[in-house]
């Protein structure tokens, strides 16, 4: 029947490292037929705009059209779908936007300046991207939360335009989709997909505008078209499998945890669900859950390929322990799923998302927590953030110079520029020293 | 004599936009012997370690050590060299960094938190990142004023550890490099450079520490380094050449703004000068000072290559077209030499930093202004940043929720959840929805 089986690890074992890092370890090693079909498209698009799109929308999502104009998704559409979708779906998605804005709102970032002693302004210059490009799957994968996450901080951000794009393989539409769009206030909707929308979102067409930043999730193929274009344009992280670590005490039911782990396993066979507890009898508890819940699944067969191929229920001598393999991990998300959360989190130092005691379901952040579902997966928590409203802005830093200012700085600058060889930067400051010699402007 | 020939475009010519985009274009293709080289001495130095580092250390930079513990320096080395600089410099370094930390500090990002009307706790928490890699080139482009500018962030972001590597061809050490590092705080500093060091930092080895992101400049091979190990560890930007745009009213000096463009001219021939006036008698002014001043120059002959193919004095009918252009090229630094700077800034949206009034020499932000002189190249100013503290912190999101809030948000959840088909998700959310009948932990 449930032929699960979950790797078990315990801290204190002689070879704990090295299996931790096997169990992390993933192969993220480039494919290059599929390297090489994502260049051709982008030469394609860049090189000959709408025809290109045209003509690689025909022949991947089987859909017809004469002009990409006859592929852009009117406002009207939008708001047709989000009258058509049930209510309840309706009024759960606005809810889950009006959180997910009012907590990036708190992420927005302003200028600043100063003045120093001797008059000299400096400060930092903070404005929107002119515009962003937003990908959001079709087909079966197709996830409104993921649009509402996407395009609300860009929106927040004061992004001018937000361009989504969106196939639809044989001419299937998602409503809820649209919905999520019109919630969300995108501007412009074009219905098209796979690397040939990420080279028209990066170059531009004749009628999509370029835009300076792409976000979203995707295929093998728009992920590696991002990667191409990375440079011409801005893009989001590169994600990995999606990954959920839970620490518990050892008193949650057990039944919570088993499919708080599940939620992470029913994305795809290779999405990583790991349990960390100092009690050895509730790992035993929570793996009995496992095998009793999993045939009640709908993704049940996902599920145990993600467990059985990635799962582990570690054990650790204590929680101080558990904290400190999971600044290993790094995780995407993280659940303290203990009495006295807030303690715990003084000793985490790397997450993507920490969702705080029994009542915090991982699955309540996927949706409309308020905090953005983007995260950073793969141990790039590291060094990595969630998704938010300052992947949308930008900084430029302001310098003003008054005359005495630059006088006495361009004596430092000066000692400096010489030290480096470069005479023309010294020179230049040089001329701004009002020694009573040099000529003035 | 002075063959300087310097392109003239005009904004009301026909084919302006063209013209522009052929100004800026920019090869950045892949040199595919460069990629397999580079591969190969990251996968030496990821399979075997110290003893990789060393024989490439060896046929590379001609230093021959026993262990790589010979390679790193002390921290009395940092010191010696500081005592052993002119006084003159030290004291430059020093005021530099003062002004530097300064800046930065106001950089500086805190955690951040709110509780919601049904006492559920949302919020960001903001961690350093626990070790930073810097590269710094050795030989004959050694520039302390690099060290500072990627060392001091950061230091003021709080990393645990800043580790520098550079190179010491033939042994050659620069006196003024590891006094920069001991100013800024460098806390252990490696004599290897090259890819290897890229990889000795982003993989570890047994003697070096692996990072979690990998800052500096570097050549074609540090660059490609970079960019292969990337999602291992952070990076920071790829930059391209360095660029300098002025707009310039007509009234400022032109020796002083031919200097300026000298500047950024003599880093290197593919460097890019261009200045934008509305006068166009004064373009032609800036043209002669370049000719009287150029044989003047110790790197004439690279500021010449780089004049005549990179750069153009560009004549605009008013200095609104002028900001119009500016945010068109989103160049690195930008100077406003005009009279007031205030009112043009209002109209620049892309910029790396920008230098206010004619006093501000790009040169002073280059060493001792306080902001980065890591800068966005290439049009990447549109949707990217200087080099800040927070590219040394990151947020993970906080989300607390009471028995009461997930118990509403479990609903919301739980629509949208299975809206996605995603019912693991849903079940999780449902199983902390209190309706009397759920089991509770």
Redesign the interface.
Known sequence: MTDVRIKRLNAAQEDFDQALAQLLAWD?SVDHQVNDAVRQILHAVRTRGDAAVLELTETFDRVTATTVADLEMSQERLRQALESIPR??RE??E??AA?IR??HE??RQAS?R?Q?EDG???G??V?P??RAGLYVPGG?A????SVLMNAIPAKVAGVGEVIMVVPTPDGLVND?VLAAAAIAGVDRVFTIGGAQAVGALAYGTETIPAV??IVGPGNIYVATAKREVF?T??IDM?AGPSEILVICDG???P??IA??L??Q???DEQAQSILISPDAVFLDAVEASIRALLPT???ADI?RASLNDRAALIQVADLKQAAAVANRIAPEHLELSVED?EAL?AD?????????????????????????HV??T?G???????L?V?DFQ??????????D??SR?????S???R???????????E??INDGST???
Not at 350 to 372: K, Q, S, V, W
Request: proline fraction near 4%; glycine fraction near 10%; charge should be neutral.
């Open positions: 993220d309840q779906q759960a998605l809810q889950a959180r009012d907590y708190r992420q600043w100063y120093d000299t302004v400096l930092q210059k404005t991207l002119d079966k197709a996830y409104p939360s809820m300076d930043k440079g344009v801005g590169i008193h949650t039911d039944d919570w499919m708080d599940f939620s396993a029913e994305h699944m709908e993704r599920i959360p989190l985490i130092r790397h997450a993507g998302a920490i969702f705080m005691g029994r009542y915090t379901a991982e699955a309540l952040g996927d949706y409309c927590a308020g905090p953005n995260l950073p793969s790039t928590a590291r060094f990595s953030s969630p938010g300052y930008k900084r430029s830093s302001i310098i003003g110079f008054s005359a200012g630059a700085m361009g004596r430092v600058a000692v400096l520029a030290g480096e060889g470069l005479t023309a930067h010294a020179r230049s400051a001329y701004r000529s003035q402007a």
